[in-house]
């Protein structure tokens, strides 16, 4: 039998111990923690739309039409008309033949993979990828290839290697602990080259990137044609929760029928569906969200840089300062938080040994006078 204790005792003594925060208020900026009104530079609701008036309006008016649960899976009982809207509204909003709803990122990742490759295939990911994406390989059986990160030319050189296989070039589309974006061009040239399936997770830049908050898709000026498989979340920046797939009839209809995190797990319920349904009202009625995103991260990397602070290559809302040692990022996250403002250290296995972290993610609502505040706090380190 392991010594559970000891495991815990020596995580404890290496810096790698993780404990929860009980916040006592919604989401948001400002957030009640520990008795106090906190700063929050930590949440993936990057439009602030996770306390809408709007979403809660939805949310309580479905809740009074379809109940709490949804009651069972999507192929037995549980896929209720919001849920069918949504993926209607979803595959209109991106422009593809079809959409699904999974009930989270998580699962989503692990049946798509699984549920489109066998033992027989081969996946290749970033290095980087998100934990979804490394486990759904493994889960699918299919040999794992990963590539250094956003190295398009040892992509290839792995390519190469397994020409005459069924394959998926998967990776996330704007990196969770870094912040930068993949190659998404060049890599759609490559699939295309090698007949290989690209599939990318946006479940960083949904709502955000891209001129109508379409994503890396439409940052980069792509079609569905050249990224077959979108995935992306609802949790983030639609400020639900959940996630679903774009893609093809053929590749959706594969899904309903084979993945398995689908099909063996309850819908969700439905009011979150008629919620995120008005997400995606306010992601094209208030773009001035996106725009005032936008000038609080170029804020805060002029600010820092003034400060000398090493930020990484990351135009996006994440913003990493690395400190190498766990323990330094810990007590850089302790001191922020001793001054009311919350920032996250991120340590191994998160990220690689080595790249501990404090991780700063900014949302629209976040003030110029917050952002000054943040500063202010990383100045005193
Ligand atoms: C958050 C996240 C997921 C998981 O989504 P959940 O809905 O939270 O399970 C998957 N991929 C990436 C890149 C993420 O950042």
């Known amino acids: 039998m392991k010594d559970f204790s000891a495991i815990l005792q020596r995580r404890e003594q290496q810096h790698l111990y993780r404990r929860r925060k009980t916040i006592d208020s919604p989401q948001g900026v400002e957030i009640r923690y520990n008795g106090q009104q906190t700063l929050s530079f930590c949440s993936n609701d990057y439009l602030g739309l996770a306390n809408h008036p709007r979403l809660i309006h939805a949310f309580k008016k479905a809740a009074d039409e379809y109940g709490v649960g949804s009651g069972s899976a999507h192929l037995i009982t549980g896929h209720l008309r919001p849920h069918e809207i949504l993926e209607e509204k979803l595959a209109e909003f991106f422009n593809r033949p079809r959409a699904l709803v999974f009930s989270t990122g998580y699962m989503a990742n692990l049946g798509i993979l699984s549920a489109l490759t066998d ?18 390989a493994q889960l ?9 990160h956003l190295d398009c030319d040892h992509l290839e050189s792995l390519l190469q290697e397994s020409r005459n296989q069924h394959s998926i070039i998967a990776t996330d589309a704007l990196f969770s602990m870094d912040g930068d974006l993949a190659p998404l061009p060049r890599l759609a040239q490559l699939a295309a080259q090698y007949q290989s399936l690209l599939m990318i997770d946006d479940a960083h830049g949904i709502g955000v990137l891209g001129e109508t908050g379409r994503g890396c898709v439409e940052y980069f000026g792509l079609n569905d044609h050249q990224v ?16 679903f797939v774009a893609a093809s009839e053929d590749i959706i209809e594969m899904l309903i029928q084979d993945a398995r995190s689908y099909l063996f ?4 319920p439905p009011a979150i569906a008629a919620a995120t349904i008005e997400s995606l009202a306010i992601i094209d009625d208030e773009p001035w969200r996106r725009a005032q995103l936008q000038e609080r991260i170029e804020q805060f990397r002029k600010g820092a840089k003034q400060l000398g602070l090493a930020l990484m290559e990351s135009h996006s809302a994440i913003q990493p300062i690395v400190f190498w040692e766990a323990q330094a990022a ?9 001054q009311k403002i919350l ?8 990220v690689p040994q080595g790249s ?7 949302c629209a609502n976040h003030t110029t006078h917050q952002v000054n505040q943040l500063l202010e706090g990383l100045a005193s380190l």
């Open 140 to 148: 699918s059986r299919a040999a794992l290839k990963r590539y250094h």
């Open 330 to 338: 810990v007590t850089a996250s302790e001191k922020l938080l001793a």
């Open 119 to 136: 033992r027989h295939d081969v996946i290749f990911e970033d290095k980087l990828n998100h934990a979804s994406l490394l486990d759904g």
């Open 343 to 350: 920032v996250p250290a991120i340590r191994p296995p998160t």
């Open 228 to 243: 077959p498989i979108l995935m992306g979340t609802m949790g983030k920046a639609l400020g639900t929760f959940g996630a």
């Open 265 to 268: 797990t309850t819908a969700p």
């Open 356 to 362: 501990a972290r404090i991780r700063i993610t900014l």
